[in-house]
């Protein structure tokens, strides 16, 4: 089901061509095959609300979120994998990319969800005036959640709503269907919920198509908005728990991918953060051996 609210469009005309040019790219470091921005949270809602006042003057910013499933899932998927690597902006989406980008001497500042950054940005829309428009969750999620972020943000506008079919991306119609109801809503920001890898790779496959400033990938976050799933008390979050949390709550889905794909994941940071300390000690010894060495035209 479609639905559409009231309100005029959102933009700015600017000779400033997109928000990456115009502010500092943060630092950023590659975690397997998944390059991931050292970026907080202020930083992150900065660049999406440039990318949103400057829409349609390049093609949509995309965001994606590295968390530990897809930092391991993109070492097996080569197309999900590429997915990752172009899109704009790699957020810290997982307290373990966060803990492990210590280890590796690339510490990021905190850790940015999806969702976190889609309330950050309905509450810059909400000021700004802005147009969201909420794509895929469960069914009636995306409706419940727009309803529940309006009671919470009084002027935000959701512009509209929609949850595809099971399989649409393989009915060329009916994903035809969604695109043009996407342009007709005229947003500034899409909030994307398929679930990883199918939210990143429809929005890299889809991004030139789309006349908005901003595209995000939010996960469960329709759902959690809508009461439908419950998210971990702010405490466990903060603990770096929030993982156990959604493990007790779904046992049956979740428990091969914490149990087995952190251990992977923690494999794979050991490996890497072992080939980095090789290297080092490697350039030490060159260097002083180097030092060693007599000048050139030395002699006796």
Request: hydrophobic share 45%; charged share 25%.
């Amino acid at each position: 089901m479609i639905t559409e609210a009231n309100g005029p469009p959102a933009g700015a005309a600017s000779e400033i061509s997109s928000a990456m040019e115009r502010l500092p790219r943060p630092p950023r470091f590659v975690l397997g095959r998944v390059p991931v921005d050292r970026i907080s949270m202020e930083y992150a809602a900065v660049l999406v609300t440039e990318a949103l006042i400057h829409r349609g003057e390049l093609p949509p910013l995309t965001i994606v979120g590295a968390n530990a499933q897809l930092v391991t899932l993109a070492e097996r998927d080569p197309r999900f994998a590429e997915a990752m690597r172009q899109a704009d902006l790699s957020v810290p989406d997982g307290i373990s990319v966060v803990m492990a980008s210590r280890l590796l001497g690339e510490p990021i500042p905190e850790r940015v969800t999806g969702g976190d950054l889609m309330e950050r940005m309905c509450r810059e829309a909400a000021h700004f005036g802005f147009r969201i428009f909420f794509l895929g969750g469960l069914p009636g999620a995306a409706e419940m959640a727009a309803f529940n972020l309006r009671e919470r943000f009084p002027g935000l506008q959701i512009c509209g709503t929609c949850c595809p079919p099971p399989g649409f991306e393989y009915d060329a119609s009916e994903e035809a269907r969604i695109l043009r109801e996407i342009e007709r809503c005229e947003p500034d920001l899409l909030c994307v919920a398929f679930g990883a890898p199918k939210q990143e790779i429809w929005m890299q496959e889809n991004r030139l198509r789309l006349r908005v400033g901003a595209i995000l990938p939010v996960g469960a976050a329709f759902d959690t908005q809508a009461g439908l799933r419950r998210r971990a008390p702010r405490w466990m979050q903060q603990l770096a728990l929030e993982w156990f949390f959604r493990l007790m709550m779904e046992p049956r889905r979740l428990g091969r991918r914490y149990l087995v794909g952190n251990t992977q994941f923690i494999a794979l940071v050991l490996r890497q953060w072992a080939r980095q300390t090789r290297d080092r000690i490697a350039l030490r010894v060159e260097r002083i051996r180097g030092r060693g060495k007599p000048a050139a035209g030395s002699g006796d």
